[in-house]
């Protein structure tokens, strides 16, 4: 068997590095080599298994980023978006694959990725799940098929502690939904509707977006037009769905040249 790939773990001790570590060490294929925290919090210089409640795993919680990614092969990144731009740069300094599942990036934060992107592989998605890419790659076809007498609408849900919204996820099919009608989603959009708003401009793409409880994430999206309305949605009632795509895409990145790719590349569905 070929010998485990290496895995550090940024902000290992939220819900998705918990959900990592737990579904690398389920695998035969991977290894976690390293545990990242930001500095001062209380689990630096404890062993990450001790940490979780767990046996000792001989892996010590560091907040030394390039210590940590010197024994990587890949570092896998849920974290926010200033810290995963000095990650990205951390990584493309050692040669690291960095797998991004941060939501809430700008544009121009976004942007801040090109330059390592050339020096390491970078895999960057708003979701890593298999169902929600194949939604985005439906929602697309549609928008493609229906003029704009359907109007379009993403409803997105997560629980009461996400931060960001539209979430990258809803974004991402808005992204597709604009791509299948030939527009640019920053003209088209419509992020709230508040008041006397008038009637709604043909066209536009909607966000609506929905915080609260323990959601993990469903998203919709409504093509709706007089008489009908086609609904594609996804539902998430496990978090391990995405520490799952991320581990997918962490092996996908062995051999692979630099450069700037998505979970539609690792699905192999980037040209469909």
Do not use: C
Not at 148 to 164: G, T
């Amino acid at each position: 068997m070929d010998k485990p790939m290496r895995i550090a773990i940024t902000g290992v001790s939220g819900r998705m590095g918990r959900m990592l570590v737990e579904t690398i060490e389920a695998s035969d294929r991977a290894v976690v080599s390293a545990a990242i925290e930001r500095a001062g919090h209380g689990w630096i210089g404890r062993d990450l298994g001790v940490a979780m409640g767990g046996a000792s795993s001989g892996v010590v919680v560091t907040d030394d980023i390039d210590a940590a990614l010197s024994g990587a092969d890949v570092v896998i990144d849920f974290t926010a978006p200033t810290a995963t731009i000095a990650f990205a740069q951390a990584a493309a300094r050692a040669g690291v694959a960095h797998v991004i599942g941060t939501t809430g990036m700008t544009a121009q934060e976004i942007a801040q990725l090109e330059a390592p992107a050339t020096q390491t592989v970078v895999v960057r998605a708003g979701n890593m799940s298999l169902g929600v890419n194949l939604l985005v790659q439906l929602t697309k076809r549609v928008a493609a098929a229906l003029d704009d007498d359907y109007d379009i609408e993403v409803i997105e849900a997560h629980h009461n502690r996400k931060v960001d919204a539209p979430s990258g996820t809803a974004l991402m099919l808005g992204e597709a939904a604009a791509e299948g009608r030939g527009v640019d989603l920053d003209d088209v959009s419509d992020r709230a509707r508040d008041g006397i708003t008038g009637a709604r401009d043909r066209g536009r793409i909607g966000f609506i977006a929905i915080r609260g409880g323990d959601i993990i994430g469903e998203h919709d999206v409504m093509f709706a037009a007089d008489g009908e309305r086609i609904i594609l949605r996804h539902v998430a009632s496990d978090r391990s769905v995405f520490a799952r795509g991320a581990l997918k895409a962490a092996l996908w990145t062995a051999g692979k040249r630099p450069g700037a790719y998505d979970m539609l590349d690792v699905l192999g569905l980037s040209e469909q």
